[in-house]
């Protein structure tokens, strides 16, 4: 079955790290860029980190130097290490990948994107 599996979400004190995992199932990574985004209910989906094919990284501002995106082709996962942790990180964070090799064509990511095949997502909650 084709499917993204997240995984290494949990509960966690401000100040803590965890380490989600984004694999792939019935088909390889190599070739697309892949997002992690987080959903807080009522409120929009935010963009967090994407990582291209090249495996050059991008994060959204309120990420940048706490959180590493990274990704092993040959094991078909993503990885999203999230250190610093804070009470408004808490969400439900999804990882999706796109079709397109490169998350962005400029030096910013937008946090958007054509991502069209989605995770089921995993539950990451920051108590303070």
């Known amino acids: 079955q084709v499917q993204l599996v997240e995984s290494g979400g949990g509960s966690v004190e401000s100040g803590g790290s965890l380490r989600l995992s984004c694999t792939a199932h019935?088909?390889?990574?190599?070739?697309?860029?892949i997002g992690w985004f987080r959903q807080v209910p009522g409120k929009e989906r935010e963009g967090v980190s994407c990582?291209?094919?090249?495996?050059?990284?991008y994060y959204t501002k309120s990420v940048k130097g706490r959180f590493n995106i990274s990704r092993d082709n040959g094991a078909r996962t993503a990885y999203l290490t999230m250190n610093s942790l804070k009470p408004e990180d808490t969400a439900v964070y999804y990882c999706?990948?796109?079709?397109?090799?490169?998350?962005?064509?400029?030096?910013?990511?937008?946090?958007?994107?054509?991502?069209?095949?989605w995770g089921q997502g995993t539950q990451v909650t920051v108590s303070s």
């Open positions: 990582i291209s094919a090249d495996g050059t990284p």
């Open positions: 999706a990948t796109s079709q397109l090799s490169a998350c962005t064509y400029d030096n910013k990511w937008s946090g958007k994107g054509i991502f069209d095949f």
């Open positions: 019935g088909f390889g990574l190599d070739y697309y860029s």
